[in-house]
C-alpha cells in the first residue's frame, strides 16, 4: 500500500493542534536551545569580526614592543608580557627610532588611571603618556584644539588631549579648550579635544586623557613603559624590521626582558582563542538542545500512551504501521523544525538589542547548523516513540483503558 504522506501530515498537524499546551510546551526546550546558540555564537563572532577590524585599522606594519617573554599559542613557554620584570624605558622606543634602519618611528606609552577634576566635578579615566606621534601613528585626529608638540613633550608641559567621554562628564555643554583640570593635584590645560571613536570591546575609547609621556612620568614618578609602538616602512620586511629592534634592545636587555609582536601574529592569536572560545560556548549551548530532544522523546511516548485507542482505531480500519510510524515521526520533526525557526528569530532579535552593547554577529553557517540540528534532534528523538506506536496491536489498542 502506498503511503500517502500529503494525508499523513494533515493527520500529524491535526493531532498537534489538538493538543496545543503540549506542542507548545515540547518546542520550548528546542526554542531556548537554538535561541542559546544563536546568541552565544553571534557574540563571539562579533568579537572577532570587531577585533580583526581594529587591528586592520592599525595597519599590517605596525609591530608592539612589551615588556617580558611573550609566546604564542603553539609554544609551550611563556605566557602575558610581564610587567613585574619591565625593564622597557624611554631611552629604549627612541633608541630603536633611532637605530633600526626599517623602523621610521616609535610610540612610547605609560598608562595609568587617574581621578580627574574640574570646578567639583570628578571622574575616573585612563591617563595615557606618549609623544607628539600618538595622532599619526595611532590615527588619532583632534575634532578641535590641536596636539601637543615635540616641544611639550621635551620639556615635560602639563597639557592634554580629552576624550569626549571626559569632556561630557565633566564640562557639559561648556568649551573645555583653554581650560585646566586636576590629576592627582596638578593642573593640566586642555588643549585638544579627540575625535569620537566610540566602544570597543565594551571598552569606551573615548574615556581617556592623552599627555606628554614626560609629564605624566615626572608627576607619578614612573620610569619605565607599559609598551611601545614601532612603525615599519610600508616596503620593509617585517621580519627584518624585528630582528633590527631585537638587535637594537638586545645591547641593554636580555632575550627574556622583552617581545617584538607582530600584528598579524597577534591577531592570529586573538582569533585562534575566541575561535575556540566561540566553538566551546555553542557546544555548551548544543547541550541544551540534546535536553530539547530529549524532552520531544518523552512527551511523543507520552502522547503514544496517550493516544493507543486511537492508533488502534486507526490500524482498525487500514492505516499501516508505516503510516502511524511517519505520522509520529512527522509531529516530532515539526515540534523541533518549528521549535529552530522561533529560536533562531529569538535569538537573532535577542542580538540586534545587545548588539547595542556588544559587538553581535549572526554567521549564515550558525544560523544553519543551529536550525538543521534542531531538525535533525526532531528525527533522531522522534525515531523511538514512532516506531514503539507503529509496533503496537490494534486489537491490544483498542482493548486499552
Do not use: C
Request: proline share 3%; net charge positive; charged share 20%.
Amino acid at each position: 500500500m502506498r503511503l500517502n504522506l500529503r494525508n499523513v501530515s494533515r493527520v500529524a498537524i491535526r493531532a498537534l493542534i489538538t493538543n496545543k499546551t503540549r506542542s507548545v510546551l515540547t518546542t520550548l526546550g528546542i526554542i531556548i536551545g537554538v535561541m542559546a546558540v544563536i546568541l552565544l555564537v553571534s557574540i563571539g563572532s562579533g568579537l572577532e569580526k570587531l577585533i580583526t577590524q581594529q587591528f586592520e585599522d592599525l595597519g599590517t606594519n605596525l609591530l608592539f614592543v612589551m615588556p617580558g617573554k611573550f609566546q604564542f599559542r603553539d609554544s609551550r613557554e611563556g605566557g602575558p608580557p610581564g610587567v613585574a620584570t619591565n625593564k622597557l624605558t624611554l631611552k629604549d622606543a627612541e633608541n630603536v627610532a633611532r637605530k633600526a634602519p626599517a623602523i621610521i618611528e616609535t610610540l612610547p606609552i605609560v598608562n595609568t588611571t587617574a581621578t580627574v577634576t574640574f570646578r567639583g566635578k570628578e571622574t575616573s579615566t585612563f591617563i595615557f603618556g606618549t609623544t607628539e606621534n600618538y595622532a599619526k601613528v595611532r590615527n588619532s585626529p583632534v575634532k578641535s584644539g590641536r596636539w601637543f608638540a615635540k616641544k611639550d613633550v621635551d620639556s615635560g608641559k602639563r597639557v592634554a588631549v580629552a576624550g569626549t567621554t571626559v569632556v561630557e562628564n565633566l564640562f557639559g555643554n561648556r568649551d573645555p579648550l583653554g581650560q585646566k583640570v586636576g590629576i592627582a593635584g596638578q593642573k593640566y590645560l586642555i588643549v585638544g579635544i579627540l575625535t569620537s571613536k566610540g566602544a570597543n570591546i565594551g571598552n569606551d575609547q573615548d574615556d581617556q586623557l592623552i599627555v606628554p609621556i614626560t609629564a605624566l612620568q615626572r608627576q607619578f614618578n614612573i620610569d619605565k613603559l607599559t609598551y611601545f609602538y614601532a612603525q615599519a616602512d610600508q616596503n620593509a620586511d617585517l621580519d627584518k624590521a624585528i630582528e633590527q629592534i631585537k638587535k637594537v634592545l638586545g645591547k641593554r636587555l636580555k632575550e627574556d626582558e622583552f617581545s617584538v609582536l607582530n600584528s598579524k601574529e597577534l591577531l592570529s592569536t586573538f582569533q585562534s582563542i575566541l575561535g575556540t572560545i566561540t566553538a566551546a560556548l555553542g557546544g555548551i549551548a548544543a547541550i541544551s538542545l540534546l535536553v530539547g530532544g530529549i524532552g520531544i522523546m518523552n512527551i511523543m511516548l507520552v502522547s503514544v500512551t496517550e493516544r493507543t485507542r486511537e492508533i488502534g482505531l486507526r490500524k482498525a480500519v487500514g492505516a499501516t504501521p508505516r503510516t502511524i510510524l511517519f505520522q509520529f515521526l512527522i509531529e516530532a520533526v515539526i515540534l523541533s523544525s518549528l521549535g529552530g525557526l522561533i529560536g533562531t528569530a529569538v535569538g537573532m532579535g535577542i542580538g540586534l538589542v545587545a548588539n547595542q552593547f556588544l559587538p553581535v554577529h549572526t554567521p549564515l553557517w550558525a544560523v544553519l547548523v543551529a536550525f538543521g540540528v534542531s531538525a535533525a534532534v526532531g528525527i533522531i528523538f522522534g525515531v523511538y516513540p514512532a516506531r514503539r506506536a507503529a509496533k503496537l496491536s490494534p486489537i491490544e489498542a483498542l482493548r486499552y483503558e
